[in-house]
């Protein structure tokens, strides 16, 4: 039985779910007026990381194949919240962040 286990990776999937966890915190925290964070740089960190953790995951496989190594779940995990976060955080942020409406101003006096 092959122990060998592939986790060169694992350091980047770690990277990637700190700065979308550091996001999410970002985005459960109410928005102020000279805040730098928006709703749009909350979605292409977002899509952005979630691009490159599947990129990674994919190359991880390749390797994973070519030197006939056994494939690591905590990496596998590791993605696997970086995709429930990728998704979260622009959810978690319209939520938190939604601009109250204000009714007309027509007024029947």
């Known amino acids: 039985m092959n122990l060998e ?4 990776f694992r ?5 990637i779910l700190f700065i979308l966890g550091l996001f999410l ?10 805040t730098n964070v928006t709703f749009f740089s909350v979605l292409i960190v977002s899509i952005t990381h979630a691009a490159v953790a599947i990129a990674l995951i994919i190359t991880e496989n390749m390797f994973l194949e070519n030197l006939s190594l056994e494939d690591d779940s905590i990496t596998f995990y590791m993605f ?3 995709l429930l976060l990728a998704v979260l ?3 978690v942020y ?8 204000r009714g007309s101003s027509y007024s029947f006096r």
Do not use: E
């Not at 350091?11 to 990277?15: C, I, Q, R």
């Not at 915190?25 to 000279?34: G, H, Y």
């Not at 319209?94 to 409406?101: F, G, I, S």
């Open 94 to 101: 319209k939520l938190r962040n939604k601009t109250k409406r």
């Open 11 to 15: 350091l980047v999937f770690g990277l």
């Open 80 to 82: 696997l919240g970086i």
């Open 25 to 34: 915190v970002l985005s459960i925290l109410p928005k102020r007026r000279d």
């Open 5 to 8: 286990v592939f986790t060169q």
């Open 89 to 91: 955080n622009p959810i």
